[in-house]
């Protein structure tokens, strides 16, 4: 097989797209912020939770390496507004999150916590604010890309196929996360559910603290 065939109408060859899935799914499966997340809100809320929060995180990747193609970088005056303006949203957004988890109530004996009221829409904007949030990411992209891709010659359609293969490999390893989240909460015993929602609350309030302070 030519190492060199090209996906069609696309500049990426077949050999660069493997790698970059493959490099994109090593790095979303290490643990950072969003894992933590996912994980946290899989692990209280439910693996529905789960993955409406990586598919948030998956949809922040999405806008970050769209802003990396267009050429924002972390130089202009406007990035520098719009980083300060979604940290501090995105930060009291979780701490909001994270207090309103850690009151809610429990019925005693219930294998999950109730969710009444917990939103799948709010699980998507905790993920994908945060993301967002981490907009130095873009530089992550500028310097991953290029291996794969010239970026200045970069198409409408190389961007839809990078754009699918950030979603596969993102997507793929927070879902992981989300499931390694809700199979640890089922191994906690009924009475200790309540200790484990107030947990995900603090994980919340904490990330939220984190984004606000740094």
């Not at 696309?10 to 797209?17: D, E």
């Not at 019925?107 to 993301?131: C, D, R």
């Amino acid at each position: 097989m030519d190492n060199d065939v090209v996906i069609a109408n696309s500049g990426l060859t077949v050999i660069a797209a493997a790698a970059l899935l493959g490099t994109g799914f090593v790095v979303a499966l290490g643990p950072s912020l969003s894992s933590i997340l996912v994980a946290s809100r899989s692990s209280t809320l439910g693996l529905v939770h789960g993955a409406y929060t990586a598919a948030g995180v998956v949809a922040g990747d999405v806008a970050l390496l769209c802003a990396a193609v267009l050429g924002l970088t972390a130089g202009t005056v406007l990035f520098e507004h719009v980083d300060l303006a979604v940290r501090y949203l995105g930060g009291g957004f979780l701490l909001w999150l994270g207090a309103r988890t850690l009151l809610m109530r429990q019925p005693a004996g219930t294998e999950q916590p109730t969710v009444a009221g917990v939103s799948a829409a709010s699980s998507f904007a905790a993920g994908l604010l945060l993301t967002l949030a981490d907009l130095k990411a873009i530089a992550f992209y500028l310097a991953l890309l290029p291996a794969f891709i010239d970026l200045e010659l970069a198409t409408p359609p190389d961007l839809m196929v990078l754009v699918a293969i950030i979603a596969v490999s993102v997507g793929g390893a927070k879902l992981a996360w989300a499931y390694m989240g809700a199979r640890s909460a089922s191994a906690v015993p009924p009475r200790l559910r309540s200790a484990l929602q107030r947990l995900g609350a603090i994980v919340l309030i904490a990330v939220g603290a984190l984004l606000l302070l740094r």
